[in-house]
């Protein structure tokens, strides 16, 4: 019985603490790099647009971080509105150099460390169905440009 209650509490734990790792979007999300996406979903003028604003700071010596606004959009893990065409709703990916980052469920994502040199990040908003939102044929997103000293 002892060994059956140790297990149970062991694998509970190390399940949790690995569902918390996998919420971390750097390590669920690094493993697409494409950054070519062939399905879009066209924002209408009669419908609000979704935008976004953002800003990239460094927090200590070995963290970047990007804070992002947006407006008439909702971050979203929710299954149920992958079945919505709501788009309102969704993520966004971040791309560093144009490689895909990872994906943002939220205001705050974390990059992480970055070495000397010129960065290009890009942040785009996608519908829950992962469908790059775009609004006149453009796509719905921010880029910005950081350069860290040698």
Excluded: C
């Excluded at 060994?3 to 971390?24: D, E, H, K, M």
């Amino acid at each position: 019985m002892y060994r059956l209650v140790s297990f149970i509490v062991l694998f509970t734990f190390v399940g949790g603490l690995l569902y918390l790792y996998t919420l971390n979007s750097h390590f669920v999300m690094t493993v697409g790099s494409e950054h070519e996406h062939e399905d879009t979903k066209e924002v209408t003028a009669s419908s609000s647009v979704p935008s976004l604003s953002g800003t990239i700071e460094q927090e200590t010596e070995d963290e970047w971080v990007i804070e992002i606004d947006t407006e008439n959009f909702t971050f979203t893990r929710e299954e149920s509105a992958a079945s919505s065409e709501d788009v309102w709703k969704g993520h966004a990916h971040v791309y560093v150099n144009g490689e895909q980052e990872g994906r943002i469920y939220g205001d705050t994502y974390y990059l992480g460390k970055f070495h000397e040199g010129e960065h290009d990040v890009e942040i785009t908003l996608f519908s829950p169905q992962h469908k790059q939102l775009t609004y006149e044929g453009e796509p719905i997103r921010i880029d910005k440009q950081l350069n860290i000293p040698e």
